[in-house]
């Protein structure tokens, strides 16, 4: 008799569970990569609509189940580390550092307190006039431009954010090399790993070994520098790279299992989970203010409030961002319900497990789909349908809403996603006026899901088109042009 678990146990082959259904025929290696490559949220759908909402197929070479279901994904993401590890494709494996996974459990453990406390807002508030700072920089540099790739644009600048609170580093030569580097690398993560001249994956294991140099020397110079780093404050205030290697620890057995390889592995993690993800939820977040006026409009108005109290030249605090947005922070998160970021989360059973009499046999690789939780029409009604309201009262049911992940991988950058998110549309809306230019329908799925070609757009100044700010307190919303939206 089977046991109806919800939790992860381990099972005989034989105790006669079944995994499963999928297609009956698989394709050896490829088996339906194809499909999933092509067009991941259909691959779901239709699966879904044949076989239930956990379903056995083949991807990337492996044998492989899909979980949908909240439940489902809260048991996979919330199981110990002893059922489940993290398992990338093959490709993404051989291009991060093997070390990337963190260590050991008690080390990941370790890692995260330490990475985690340059994250968290007790640090993080100390970052925001810099993150500002950058936001502003390159809102500027769009009214110099006719037409602006906003994915391009957001993609820099989420990884000058990130560099900034990793090693404090500014914009400039050595960031845009690093940033050309770090593009490389990400067309090379799903690409088939054949290491030959003039390939997507050689190019990218090129770039790959640039940033580990450029991040290796960072460390060398750090570790000569001495630092004060004894009160509280201090320790609030330093980058992470700092947190990393010099903060003194009594867990000085993890303290000195922390080996710059491991730092290189971490920093290429953060910066490879930090800044695509975040620059495609800024991408859908300027589409959805821009095909929803009168939602523009309420954005508008809160920011112009903030706008007023400010006094001239001082920086948005902490208190403001957390605080005083409330209206944007709904339309960020439900940009992030509806924008299918977070396809899949993949892990590999490391043994013969059960789950709601299925069975997960050791070795196959089980992913999460968070998108699918998002977009399933049982926890969502009219699902498609962008509505912030949805994030008003209380907000989803536990565990439907997972853009961040779930248990001992729950994402480290969530609060700072939503700082820079807040606090470039704070200035966007603001400052100036934006208009579609080329939107060519439908998704670019890789490496993370955006609008086809970008999205491009043509902005203008407001001040600059003879609206000043301080002559029309209290209108915001009726200047509208006719053609820019506001
Ligand atoms: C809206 C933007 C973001 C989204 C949607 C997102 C999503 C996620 C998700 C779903 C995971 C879990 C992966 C898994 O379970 O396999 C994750 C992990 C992670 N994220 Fe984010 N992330 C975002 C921004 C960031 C930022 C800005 C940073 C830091 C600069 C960051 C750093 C990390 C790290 C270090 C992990 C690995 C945690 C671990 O393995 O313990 N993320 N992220």
Redesign the pocket.
């Known amino acids: 008799m089977l046991k109806q678990s919800r939790v992860a146990v381990e099972v005989s082959s034989t105790s006669g569970a079944k995994t499963p259904p999928g297609p009956p025929w698989r394709i050896p290696l490829v088996g339906e990569t194809l499909s999933f490559l092509r067009d991941p949220h259909r691959f779901y759908l239709t699966r879904i609509a044949r076989y239930g909402e956990i379903f056995s197929t083949s991807l990337f070479g492996d044998k492989c189940i899909i979980v949908t279901t909240p439940e489902a994904s809260k048991w996979l993401?919330q199981s110990a580390q002893k059922f489940f590890k993290?398992a990338y494709p093959e490709s993404a494996n051989s291009l991060i550092d093997p070390t990337r996974?963190?260590g050991s459990e008690q080390l990941?453990n370790y890692?995260?307190r330490i990475?985690g406390s340059s994250?968290y807002p007790e640090s993080l508030q100390f970052h925001v006039p810099a993150i500002e700072a950058l936001a502003c920089s390159v809102l500027d540099s769009w009214t110099k431009q006719k037409s602006i790739n906003v994915y391009s644009e957001m993609a820099k600048y989420?990884f000058e954010?990130?560099m900034k609170?990793?090693c404090g580093m500014e914009p400039g030569k050595q960031m845009d090399a690093l940033f050309q580097n770090m593009q490389d690398f990400e067309k090379a993560f799903l690409t088939l790993n054949i290491n030959l001249p003039f390939t997507t994956y050689r190019r990218g294991l090129k770039a790959r070994d640039s940033m580990f140099k450029a991040v290796e020397e960072m460390i060398q110079q750090r570790r000569k520098k001495k630092r004060d780093w004894s009160g509280r404050e201090q320790q609030q205030r330093l980058d992470m790279l700092d947190s990393m290697i010099c903060v003194e620890t009594k867990d000085e057995k993890f303290a000195n299992a922390v080996t710059d390889i491991h730092v290189r592995g971490?920093i290429m993690?953060?910066?490879f989970?930090?800044?695509e993800?975040?620059a495609?939820?800024l991408v859908w977040a300027i589409k959805n203010l821009h095909d929803n006026p009168e939602l523009l409009h309420g954005v508008k108005e809160e920011h112009e409030a903030i706008r007023r109290k400010r006094e001239p030249g001082s920086p948005l605090t902490w208190s403001q961002v957390m605080k005083e947005m409330p209206l944007t922070l709904r339309v960020i998160n439900e940009t992030?319900r509806t924008s299918y970021?977070?396809l899949f989360?993949?892990?590999e059973a490391l043994d013969d497990l059960e789950y709601d009499g299925y069975y997960f046999p050791k070795g196959w690789k089980v992913y999460?789909s968070?998108s699918m939780v998002h977009l399933n029409p049982k926890l969502y009604t009219e699902p498609y349908k962008f509505d912030p309201t949805r994030f008003q009262d209380g907000g989803p049911k536990p565990n439907t809403f997972?853009?961040?992940?779930?248990?001992?991988?729950?994402?480290?950058?969530?609060e700072?996603?939503?700082v820079?998110?807040l606090v470039l549309i704070h200035h966007l809306v603001t400052t100036y006026s934006w208009k579609i230019k080329e939107d060519h329908g439908g998704i670019r799925w890789w490496p993370v899901p955006i609008p086809k070609g970008g999205l491009v757009i043509q902005v203008e100044r407001e001040v600059e088109r003879g609206l000043e700010k301080e002559t029309r307190q209290g209108q915001t919303g009726e200047l509208g042009s006719g053609e820019f939206q506001h």
């Open positions: 993401l993290p996974s963190f990941h890692v995260r990475v994250l989420t954010v990130a609170i990793l971490i993690t953060i910066l989970a930090g800044h993800t975040s495609a939820q992030m970021v977070g989360l993949p892990r999460a968070p997972i853009p961040f992940g779930n248990g001992q991988r729950l994402c480290l950058g969530g700072l996603a939503k820079e998110m």
